[in-house]
């Protein structure tokens, strides 16, 4: 207030001090500004008297302002107020209003600066946070994955999905090739069609050779391209991490396994190269239509086969390698048989994109387009079972699950490639030949079916298994009688029980009545009373002769001699193992356990083997798409008879005068290689050495004829799928003239050769009442 009032008497100060100043003496003496100074001897003048409104009136008015007065010193003169009335309290109570008015101002300012600085701040925190976590997160994603995926990366080629099963003939003939879980085939890089590779990397990973397994542009170009289509219509990933994807962290559409793709691409692309990355790429990835990789496809779409000279991928032009490029990201979408339309548009989307990148010309462009509109560009391709050689492929199927200790199921995509041991030209002539034999006796005899096993005695070999003549039939074609069927095998059953004599000191020459026999059954059964098949006697014989004849009462005789389990026993160790039904008793040696006829047929093996048993097989080599050997048969034989019992069985089965008087002299048993009618006029060709049995069970349901020569034995069942009767046909009728030509087929271009006569034998000459004989004993 003290400013206020200095500020307020300024211009009453100012007055007076500016009269004060017009007054003062020189001397310095002040006087009454009331008071007339008068000057001595001058008299005083007076103002001259000018019109009010001259200008030298207005002039002469100019000086009669006030002088500023001195300061201290207060005139009482009048003065002008400057301001109204009661303008300090107005001015007080204003700025009281706007300093309140400011406080209030600053406050909310403070209070809004305040609420808005601690959000940016949680924010900031918060986004910190996040972002720590994320860091965080991510390398222990990284770390996890790594240890996780580490090891499949370094085995990556191991553990990609594998090929189709694969199995061949003995000659590489394909056999099977499983389809059932898909089909594909692998092939090096170099044997796929360039066009291909080249339109893959085009249409799916454009920088793939200078990436390092993951395209950060890539992925945002195809997000953009999504999100202006409105759909999905560009992955993004590379070729390295769909690799990646299909082989090791699965296609589960999380952010979680396409972060696990990035982290593991550079790994991958340090591990191993661009080509062996393309090329595992090309071999495995889905076509569609059930193809995976290149060469499959090529084949599914457009019935491309590979030659000795050619995969089917490396055929594959550029229209089609156009078309399966643009395969993969939509596989049924773009299938060009289920939806041309898109397909077309998609070769012409793959290649624009090659023209782009320069790896065509646009003529090249041109006439690919052209090409893909023709009607025929696309040629399916199947595959359809062999129907001839379905039998041997089921038991081969089954050995293979056993040799690799896997299920039937897993063998499908397992990578193998199989060699067997089948000669499917041998099993195609031998087919023929059974089923014009069967036509030839179907009508006459009611007989419908045959089956074939034929056995390497060396090696334990199925050369040819036949499990049906009618194998094109859906219904009675896929019954595999050789290894599914029980039957009963007649008289064939006869040689188990004389070995069993033989090894227990018997011999051929030792004589046997031939006579009335009434066994008497235990258990309440019936009393047994075995009858020759021509319901005679003949007397004392030897058993060379009974056995050679087939005579029923002498086998059963022996057998009382031998006892029941050791005979049984033998022919399981030779054998028939426990895959027999039935009761074993005094009638098996007629024939009443119904067995398999692979297993009799390798049970024969023993006899031409010098009584070595070596298991059949069908498997004979088993190898990767690598050409690693996998698994290899060893034969490994076991001596399970003695070679002196397997040689005089031998010796005793192929002597074809023995048998005439039952047989006759030019049956099919002898293997001669003319015809039997010159056989009778005398003129048999070369005969080789063959041991044989015939079978035939009661009312004519089965015939069998088991025989062999050193190189191989043949099995032979006829008869009907469903067991029915057969009418008057024994074995040396119904399966025989197979077993002969069969056997023959086999030895063709082979050396005729002898069985070897052992240690141990001797030949000598036994006088019996009534009977002379030389034959093969035991020496002691």
């Not at 069609?193 to 080249?198: A, E």
């Not at 202006?228 to 082989?247: D, F, P, Y």
């Not at 039935?582 to 119904?594: A, D, E, I, K, Q």
């Amino acid at each position: 207030m003290q400013t206020e009032q200095r500020n307020e008497a300024a211009p009453e100060q100012s007055a007076s001090s500016s009269i004060q100043s017009s007054f003062t003496p020189s001397n310095g003496e002040q006087h009454n500004p009331t008071t007339h100074v008068t000057t001595p001897g001058v008299r005083p003048l007076s103002p001259a008297k000018m019109p009010l409104h001259s200008r030298a009136a207005a002039a002469q008015r100019l000086n009669d302002l006030p002088e500023k007065p001195a300061r201290g010193v207060y005139y009482e003169v009048p003065h002008r107020r400057p301001y109204p009335t009661g303008w300090r309290t107005k001015r007080h109570i204003k700025r009281k209003l706007l300093y309140q008015t400011n406080r209030r101002s600053t406050a909310s300012d403070n209070m809004t600066t305040k609420w808005s600085i601690l959000p940016m701040a949680f924010g900031t925190m918060l986004v910190f946070l996040l972002a720590s976590s994320l860091l965080i997160g991510l390398l222990a994603l990284t770390s996890a994955t790594q240890q996780r995926y580490g090891q499949q990366l370094t085995t990556l080629e191991d553990i990609l999905p594998k090929d189709s099963l694969k199995i061949y003939d003995s000659r590489g003939n394909i056999l099977y090739q499983a389809i059932d879980q898909g089909l594909q085939t692998t092939v090096s890089l170099s044997k796929i069609s360039p066009y291909l590779q080249q339109a893959e990397i085009a249409t799916e990973d454009q920088s793939f050779w200078h990436n390092s397994g993951y395209d950060i542009t890539g992925i945002a170009r195809a997000a953009l391209s999504d999100l202006t289509n409105g759909h999905v219509v560009e992955g993004g990933s590379t070729i390295t991490q769909q690799l990646i994807k299909n082989a090791i962290v699965g296609n589960q559409t999380t952010v979680t396994r396409k972060l696990q793709e990035i982290i593991l691409a550079p790994d991958v692309t340090r591990k191993y190269s661009k080509e062996q990355i393309l090329s595992m790429y090309l071999n495995t990835i889905y076509y569609g239509e059930q193809a995976y990789g290149a060469n499959a496809a090529a084949f599914t779409y457009f019935n491309l086969h590979d030659t000795p000279k050619a995969t089917a991928a490396s055929q594959l032009d550029l229209a089609q390698a156009a078309m399966l490029a643009g395969i993969p990201s939509s596989p049924i979408a773009r299938d060009p048989f289920l939806h041309p339309k898109a397909a077309l548009a998609r070769v012409q989307d793959v290649l624009q994109r090659m023209y782009n990148q320069k790896y065509i010309t646009y003529r090249q462009y041109l006439l690919a387009v052209d090409e893909v509109q023709q009607p025929h560009f696309l040629h399916h391709g199947t595959i359809k079972p062999n129907p001839l050689v379905q039998h041997f492929v089921g038991y081969a199927l089954g050995e293979l699950a056993q040799d690799m200790h896997v299920k039937i199921a897993d063998l499908s995509r397992s990578g193998l490639v199989v060699s067997t041991t089948l000669n499917m030209s041998l099993q195609n002539k031998v087919l023929k030949d059974a089923q014009q034999h069967i036509a030839q006796l179907a009508q006459a005899h009611n007989m419908s079916n045959a089956a074939e096993v034929v056995i390497d005695n060396h090696t334990g070999a199925i050369r040819t298994l036949l499990g049906n003549i009618d194998p094109n039939n859906p219904v009675d074609g896929a019954f595999n009688v050789a290894t599914q069927g029980f039957r009963q095998p007649g008289s064939s059953f006869k040689p188990f029980i004389y070995a069993t004599a033989f090894e227990q000191g018997i011999s051929p020459g030792t004589p046997v009545l031939d006579g009335p026999l009434t066994i008497q059954m235990c258990c309440g059964l019936p009393a047994y009373t075995p009858l020759n098949y021509d319901r005679a006697y003949h007397g004392l014989i030897t058993y060379r002769y009974a056995l050679q004849n087939s005579f029923n009462i002498p086998a059963v005789k022996l057998l009382m001699q031998t006892g029941i389990d050791p005979a049984l026993h033998t022919a399981q160790v030779m054998g028939i193992g426990n895959n027999y039904e039935g009761t074993p008793n005094y009638t098996m040696v007629l024939g009443s356990l119904s067995v398999h006829l692979l297993d009799m047929t390798s049970a024969y093996s023993v006899f031409a083997n010098g009584g070595v048993r070596i298991a059949p097989h069908a498997i004979d080599t088993v190898m990767d798409t690598q050409g690693r050997v996998i698994y290899h048969f060893q034969a490994h034989g076991k001596q399970v008879i003695s070679k002196q019992t397997a040689f005089m069985i031998t010796n005793v089965l192929s002597d074809n005068s023995s048998r005439t008087f039952e047989f006759g002299k030019c049956s099919a048993l002898y293997l001669y290689n003319h015809t039997q009618t010159q056989c009778y006029a005398g003129d048999a060709g070369t005969i080789r050495p063959a041991a044989v049995k015939t079978g035939t069970s009661n009312d004519f349901r089965d015939n069998w004829t088991v025989g062999y020569t050193p190189d191989y034995t043949v099995g032979v069942w006829a008869g009907n799928n469903d067991n029915s009767p057969m009418i008057n046909i024994t074995g040396v009728d119904g399966a025989a003239p197979i077993w002969h030509d069969s056997l023959l087929m086999a030895e063709q271009d082979r050396p005729v050769t002898d069985f070897a006569v052992p240690g141990g034998v001797v030949k000598k000459v036994v006088s019996y009442p009534g009977v002379t004989t030389t034959d093969w004993y035991l020496t002691k």
